[in-house]
């Protein structure tokens, strides 16, 4: 028997479901966006098999809607752009993470402006939203990838790796020498709906003061504060209640992660191997593993 039945064989272990996903129910969220400071309403629905993720501003009338895909990625600029000649919708990366983690295949996500809400910096206010929807099975099958050969990305000192595995797992080494208090993180998990739940959505997004006070000093975040971030100066923790996990950060790049992985828009098993990613090298990778994923049978 060949290695690549094998793998498939053994895949069917995984916990991913094999019917496409949608929500029970419309449920919404009110929040402001961390770099537009703008009020944002936003809602979840239903949405039937085979019609992916797509997001619609209610702001913008007449305007195409945005499906959450690869080819829609506009800018990684802090955070995660779609956007088309039109519009655009940013930070989107913490509610993709959720719905990807939760096997949410179909949704429409409309928005009352050009960001999603950056609730408490993390994504468990989503999969809180979700888990209130209910989650519905359809029909129709979900075509789920295995990967069957390795597959790497580097730029200077950040590396991407894709191994083949019979379960989605990420492993991310987060390396901050210049802050005493991050200094080198690891972590690595399986993402299932309970894990990414408890282990990894709590873990909000963070920042060193150096960095972030001169982007709100020139207005480029509007929004956000110690009640949406952990802000980190020097060897100390500015939020009143510190952190959530003592390696919270590495674990937010792992989220962040998920999030990115997922406009690849296809359901995958692999091993991914992340050192000092962020969104633009998570999204150059994604590409390169799209294409390969491509060329891989369905389960």
Do not use: W
């Amino acid at each position: 028997m060949s290695a690549e039945i094998v793998a498939l064989d053994k895949a069917s272990l995984s916990s991913e479901p094999l019917k496409q996903r949608t929500l029970g129910r419309p449920v919404s969220f009110s929040g402001e966006g961390l770099f537009t400071g703008q009020r944002i309403h936003l809602v979840l629905y239903p949405a039937p098999a085979g019609h992916g993720i797509v997001f619609k501003r209610l702001d913008c009338p007449g305007s195409t809607p945005l499906r959450a895909t690869l080819d829609a990625v506009k800018a990684t600029p802090r955070c995660t752009i779609l956007g088309n000649e039109k519009i655009q919708v940013q930070t989107v990366e913490h509610l993709l993470s959720a719905l990807r983690a939760l096997h949410v295949d179909n949704a429409l996500i409309t928005l009352t402006g050009p960001e999603v809400p950056i609730a408490d910096g993390s994504a468990l206010p989503f999969v809180e939203m979700i888990k209130e929807a209910g989650l519905e099975d359809l029909e129709q099958e979900r075509k789920i990838k295995t990967l069957l050969a390795p597959l790497f990305f580097s730029q200077d000192d950040i590396h991407l790796i894709a191994l083949p595995a019979q379960e989605f797992r990420i492993s991310y080494t987060l390396h901050y020498p210049h802050s005493p208090l991050i200094r080198s993180q690891f972590y690595s998990l399986v993402v299932e709906e309970d894990s990414f739940e408890k282990e990894i959505a709590p873990c909000r997004t963070f920042c060193l003061y150096e960095e972030i006070a001169p982007l709100v000093e020139k207005g480029i975040v509007k929004g956000g504060g110690l009640d949406s971030a952990v802000i980190i100066a020097e060897d100390r923790v500015l939020n009143p209640d510190g952190l959530r996990f003592s390696d919270e950060m590495v674990r937010h790049k792992i989220l962040d992660l998920v999030g990115d992985l997922s406009l690849i828009g296809i359901p995958f098993l692999a091993h991914i191997l992340a050192i000092r990613s962020g969104h633009s090298a998570n999204i150059a990778f994604a590409r390169l593993l799209f294409n390969q994923l491509k060329r891989e049978p369905s389960r």
